[in-house]
């Protein structure tokens, strides 16, 4: 391992115990490195509006920072042990560029508000990501909606049949789910718009750095003032990320519960396409569920991250090597969850129907709210006509699941659903993503 970037020429520290420390940190900061790396680049040219390194210096370190980000891209430079985390890889090759030049990347910053930008930098791209998907799902969703809205099936409740609806009904409520989804990621993403680089260990720095331009040149809309609250935030606002993350990942969860059910041969309404499925190791017969079974077992993954995140915070103001332990737990949540959303269009667009089995589903008794309410309409007192449309269920039979359908008028209701009002919200949305 490189000579650690604390080390004042003292004993060598026991090997074990710096193991310990430095844990995965130099595996988990593969994925840091290249926000890392773009941080170091606009602090290095703040540093030169200030004139604490001089133009020439800073055009080589920027220039050396651009070869080593070209290495990461291309593989050509891989994080391992001979490093103590990312941040120290950087400052090897900076020195083993540029000698002397590359041991001045450092001034006035710590490796805290180092990797605080760098987790910043990654969760903000992360998010983006993540409110792409939600978009993408909502808008399969909305178009084989568009497409099935003559399919009937049951609605039901208590996993009981309810009433007559539709396929399209079920998908435009995914696809609604998945537009606030949309909008959870964006104040996560918002929450985390302010740069922490500058603000050091967590007490400042006694040069003018140039905090605003730095901010700006990273893409943040302000600057976090407080460098005392800049290490407080640490683990909050991943939380916070994650938790976003969840709340898309457990709509998954739902869409994924219902084909599930759907799919098995009780239900028989659909058929998930076969590139979605496997089959037994024992039973020749059998096509097993599986990625949607995994993709019900995704909030898992938030749900650990978010405890193990949760148990962290309890900790006095300032800097804690705990923690290091919240980058894991992040990044595990959100490799898993975005692969498992990106996933989620092409497996609603390739969904095969069993248009005949849906209706067929659909027996007499389902009609007897429309006739309550049909009952209601013509003065009759809710309660009375709730009691009548019950005697009245026998006699239900020669009436038809369109009928019920296109009766229901109200907003968002079966022969309402809205479907273009949730259409201009997803072009709205798409707007605002992309402007």
Same mark, same amino acid.
């Given at each position: 391992?490189?000579?650690?970037?604390?080390?004042?020429?003292?004993?060598?520290?026991?090997?074990?115990?710096?193991?310990?420390?430095?844990?995965?940190? &130099?595996?988990?900061? =593969?994925?840091?490195?290249?926000?890392?790396? =773009?941080?170091?680049?606009?602090? *290095?040219?703040?540093?030169?509006?200030?004139?604490?390194?001089?133009?020439?210096?800073?055009?080589?370190?920027?220039?050396?920072?651009?070869?080593?980000?070209?290495?990461?891209?291309?593989?050509?430079?891989?994080?391992?042990?001979?490093?103590?985390?990312?941040?120290?890889?950087?400052?090897?090759?900076?020195?083993?560029?540029?000698? /002397?030049? %590359? =041991?001045?990347?450092?001034?006035?910053?710590?490796?805290?508000?180092?990797?605080?930008?760098?987790?910043?930098?990654?969760?903000?791209?992360?998010?983006?990501?993540?409110?792409?998907?939600?978009?993408?799902?909502?808008?399969?969703?909305?178009?084989?909606?568009?497409?099935?809205?003559?399919? *009937?099936?049951?609605?039901?409740?208590?996993?009981?049949?309810?009433?007559?609806?539709?396929?399209?009904?079920?998908?435009?409520?995914?696809?609604? /789910?998945?537009?606030?989804?949309?909008?959870?990621?964006?104040?996560?993403?918002?929450?985390?718009?302010?740069?922490?680089?500058?603000?050091?260990?967590?007490?400042?720095?006694?040069? !003018?750095?140039?905090?605003?331009?730095? #901010?700006?040149?990273?893409?943040?809309?302000?600057?976090?003032?407080?460098?005392?609250? @800049?290490?407080?935030?640490?683990?909050?606002?991943?939380?916070?990320?994650?938790?976003?993350?969840?709340?898309?990942?457990?709509?998954?969860?739902?869409?994924?519960?219902?084909?599930?059910?759907?799919?098995?041969?009780?239900? %028989?309404?659909?058929?998930?396409?076969?590139?979605?499925?496997?089959?037994?190791?024992?039973? !020749?017969?059998?096509?097993? !569920?599986? *990625? &949607?079974?995994?993709?019900?077992?995704?909030?898992?993954?938030?749900?650990?991250?978010?405890?193990?995140?949760?148990?962290?915070?309890?900790?006095?103001?300032?800097?804690?090597?705990?923690?290091?332990?919240?980058?894991?737990?992040?990044?595990?949540?959100?490799?898993?969850?975005?692969?498992?959303?990106?996933?989620?269009?092409?497996?609603?667009?390739?969904?095969?129907?069993?248009?005949?089995?849906?209706?067929?589903?659909?027996?007499?008794?389902?009609?007897?709210?429309?006739?309550?309410?049909?009952?209601?309409?013509?003065?009759?007192?809710?309660?009375?006509?709730?009691?009548?449309? #019950? @005697?009245?269920?026998?006699?239900?039979?020669?009436?038809?699941?369109?009928?019920?359908?296109?009766?229901?008028?109200?907003?968002?209701?079966?022969?309402?659903?809205?479907?273009?009002?949730?259409?201009?919200?997803? @072009?709205?949305?798409?707007?605002?993503?992309?402007?």
């Amino acid at each position: 391992m490189t000579r650690p970037l604390w080390d004042k020429g003292h004993a060598a520290p026991d090997a074990a115990a710096q193991r310990f420390c430095a844990g995965d940190d &130099v595996i988990l900061d =593969r994925a840091l490195l290249p926000h890392d790396i =773009r941080a170091s680049k606009a602090h *290095v040219a703040g540093l030169g509006r200030i004139g604490v390194v001089s133009a020439d210096e800073a055009t080589a370190l920027i220039g050396a920072l651009d070869e080593l980000a070209g290495l990461v891209q291309r593989g050509g430079f891989v994080l391992d042990d001979r490093f103590e985390d990312g941040h120290s890889a950087i400052e090897a090759f900076l020195q083993e560029k540029l000698g /002397a030049v %590359g =041991r001045k990347v450092h001034t006035g910053r710590s490796r805290n508000d180092q990797v605080l930008v760098a987790v910043r930098l990654y969760l903000r791209e992360q998010l983006v990501t993540l409110r792409a998907a939600c978009l993408d799902v909502a808008e399969v969703c909305l178009g084989r909606a568009r497409e099935t809205v003559g399919v *009937v099936m049951p609605g039901y409740t208590h996993l009981q049949r309810a009433v007559p609806s539709s396929f399209a009904m079920l998908l435009a409520g995914h696809a609604e /789910a998945m537009l606030d989804d949309f909008e959870i990621a964006g104040a996560a993403y918002a929450a985390l718009g302010a740069c922490p680089l500058g603000t050091a260990a967590g007490y400042g720095v006694n040069l !003018p750095l140039d905090r605003d331009g730095v #901010a700006e040149a990273l893409g943040f809309p302000r600057v976090l003032i407080s460098p005392v609250y @800049a290490q407080n935030s640490r683990g909050k606002l991943e939380l916070l990320a994650v938790q976003a993350l969840h709340q898309a990942l457990l709509d998954v969860r739902r869409l994924a519960w219902d084909l599930s059910l759907y799919a098995t041969a009780e239900f %028989g309404f659909v058929r998930l396409p076969d590139a979605y499925t496997t089959g037994s190791s024992i039973m !020749p017969n059998k096509r097993n !569920p599986d *990625v &949607v079974e995994l993709l019900r077992a995704l909030p898992a993954v938030a749900e650990g991250a978010m405890s193990e995140l949760s148990a962290l915070l309890s900790l006095p103001s300032g800097y804690h090597r705990d923690l290091q332990a919240t980058k894991a737990p992040v990044l595990r949540a959100f490799e898993r969850g975005l692969q498992g959303l990106a996933l989620v269009p092409a497996l609603i667009a390739s969904l095969t129907l069993d248009e005949a089995r849906m209706r067929a589903a659909i027996d007499p008794e389902l009609h007897a709210t429309d006739r309550a309410i049909e009952l209601a309409r013509e003065g009759v007192a809710f309660r009375d006509a709730y009691r009548q449309a #019950a @005697a009245e269920m026998p006699q239900l039979a020669g009436r038809t699941p369109e009928q019920s359908l296109q009766a229901r008028v109200s907003l968002g209701g079966a022969g309402n659903l809205g479907l273009e009002r949730l259409a201009e919200r997803l @072009a709205e949305l798409r707007s605002s993503a992309s402007g």
